[in-house]
């Protein structure tokens, strides 16, 4: 099932208005490392982060070791950035 890509103004659009994300070179993907005080709260976050992806059946690519988490965001049925990627990047922005 093939997913509408995100046109380069809704990418702008999104990387203006939800702080923090990159765009990856290919521009198929944003990233970004976030940082926590602990590996407690880093793995609570993730913990907010994986139940909302799970009912949404979108998932993030990510990385953990202690305190930090790199993360990155792209639909693979789009071959790039989806609204599923600008919804997950809002859900993030407000478990922060």
Known sequence: MSVPRLSQA??????????????R??????TQTFKFADFNQAFGF???VALF???HDHHPEWFNVY???EM???THDADGLSQRDA????AIASYL
Request: glycine share 8%; hydrophobic share 50%; aromatic share 6%.
């Open 72 to 74: 990155t965001l792209t």
């Open 10 to 23: 809704e990418v702008a659009t999104l990387l203006g208005e939800v702080s923090g994300w990159t765009l």
């Open 46 to 48: 993730m913990a907010r």
């Open 67 to 69: 305190n930090r988490v």
């Open 53 to 55: 992806a799970d009912k």
């Open 25 to 30: 070179a290919d521009g198929k993907a944003i």
């Open 87 to 90: 919804d997950m990047a809002w």
